[in-house]
């Protein structure tokens, strides 16, 4: 598997073979293939700008980074300070938007 920051593991081709896709990988195809994938992940950017989250994890970063030293701060290092605190303060109300937004979509697509 690829692992990545930002998104979770990406399957290998070999590991893949003759296996059926989940109902999850099916949805983010059509997601993808629609372009609403990245509408929702626009309308979560803005919301979180919005809303001061972005700021606030902006502040924890720099707060870190005074605290330990700009020398001795690598992004992985920022990343495992953050992701927790950051899923943990996303407003329920965009949490409950986002989700609003997905179950139409899949409503409208027939899944």
């Known amino acids: ?42 309308l979560l950017r803005e919301r979180l700008i919005e809303c001061g989250w972005k700021d606030e994890m902006k502040a924890l970063c720099r707060a870190y980074i005074k605290k330990k030293g700009r020398n001795n701060v690598t992004m992985d290092d920022l990343v495992h300070l953050i992701t927790p605190k950051g899923r943990a303060s996303i407003p329920d109300s965009i949490k409950t938007e986002l989700l609003q937004r997905i179950s139409s979509f899949l409503t409208s697509a027939a899944l």
Do not use: F, W, Y
């Open 1 to 42: 598997m690829k692992h990545s920051v930002n998104r979770p593991p990406t399957p290998d081709g070999a590991e893949d073979q003759g296996k059926e896709p989940t109902l999850q990988e099916i949805i983010n195809i059509k997601l993808i293939e629609s372009g609403e994938k990245e509408r929702l992940m626009e």
